[in-house]
């Protein structure tokens, strides 16, 4: 079956500019995460819904990061005025109820802010 | 805090030798789990293996094995026999369900496994 997708894969945004990721999961997979991987280093945890709800930001960097998923399935993660320390791959996985259930991954989008 | 401590960065072998990949946690909590994903040069995090704290009984999985010890907070995923296809970063994760969790994972910092020919 289908896993999780991710677009687009690779993105260049200059300076200052918005962006907006988008994430698939599996299809019936309650629990979605976003996770940020810096170069050489291991995934940190962004954010986390169930369902349509946002039940943990705490990863979320500043104020410029938001994420949703308005619809229970489909999610957005937007950075907005980017920097450049916001260079990163960003990766989405989902869970079929999530509370540690093994996670599946997106191939990721890495985000080049020049 | 928890905290996930790989501490070897990278490690080079020929292929058919055995390989022992280091992970140890940290935790306050009675109730977590671990994890071992793969990374690939393509980048996509593969889902290896999940081992709850109630349950230290080792597990085989054709050339993968994993000892977890929970009197040295360790969780080791031994390769036998390497091969060329197992070049890949290990991430060893940590997950727990209280103290605010929903059990995000929390991972250690890799190690890159290089397997020559």
């Known amino acids: 079956g289908a896993g999780v997708s991710q677009s687009p894969r690779y993105k260049v945004a200059k300076r200052g500019q918005d962006v907006a990721l988008r994430c698939d999961p599996i299809s019936g997979h309650v629990s979605l995460f976003w996770y940020q991987q810096a170069l050489g280093q291991g995934p940190e945890f962004l954010t986390y819904?169930?369902?349509?709800?946002?039940?943990?930001k705490s990863g979320l960097p500043s104020d410029r990061f938001f994420a949703e998923r308005p619809e229970g399935s489909v999610s957005t993660l937007k950075i907005q005025r980017t920097q450049q320390e916001d260079s990163a791959v960003y990766l989405c996985?989902?869970?079929?109820?999530?509370?540690?259930?093994?996670?599946?991954f997106g191939p990721g989008t890495r985000l080049t802010v020049t | 805090a928890q905290k996930v401590t790989q501490a070897q960065t990278e490690i080079s072998v020929v292929e058919k030798e055995d390989v022992t990949l280091d992970c140890v946690y940290e935790t306050r909590d009675t109730t977590y789990y671990l994890f071992w994903y793969k990374q690939p040069p393509s980048g996509e995090l593969v889902f290896l293996i999940r081992?709850?704290?109630?349950?230290?009984q080792n597990e085989i999985s054709g050339r993968y094995s994993w000892n977890f010890q929970k009197s040295t907070s360790s969780f080791n995923f031994t390769i036998t026999a390497s091969q060329v296809v197992d070049s890949a970063v290990y991430f060893c994760a940590l997950s727990v369900l209280y103290g605010g969790s929903q059990g995000n994972l929390i991972f250690g910092k890799g190690t890159k496994l290089s397997v020559k020919p």
């Open positions: 081992r709850n704290s109630f349950d230290e």
């Open positions: 996985a989902s869970s079929l109820f999530g509370q540690s259930d093994e996670q599946y």
């Open positions: 819904f169930q369902n349509e709800a946002q039940l943990d």
